[in-house]
């Protein structure tokens, strides 16, 4: 969804074949953000899982692993509850393999 106060910038329109889409109708300066929405789907790349969180993805010196699988990082017990839902299914294919796929295949 465009962001608030970005309406009077930005006009959505429909392209036949290509879907709906954004168009400046003011001057937009780089590093203006015009669009956000939250991710469908992340993954923590292979050379981070060891020092971002698996659920906000903040950086820490040091994390708690999941106690089931031991792959997932968290910050602290919030994030891990709050990612068990995404990560519930994760963790079951995880502990029957013994090791995670690469970051293309999560």
Partial sequence: ???????????????????RGLKAVKELWAGDVIFAERAYAAVVFDSLTHLVCHTCFKR???L???GQCKFAHYCDRTCQK???????????VLK??????NENIR
């Fill in 1 to 19: 969804m465009p962001k608030e106060g970005m309406a009077e910038t930005v006009e959505l329109f429909s392209s036949e074949g290509k879907g």
């Fill in 60 to 62: 820490h010196e040091k």
């Fill in 64 to 66: 708690h692993r999941c």
């Fill in 82 to 92: 709050d990612g068990w839902v995404k990560h519930k299914s994760e963790c079951t």
């Fill in 96 to 101: 029957k393999h013994g090791k995670a796929p």
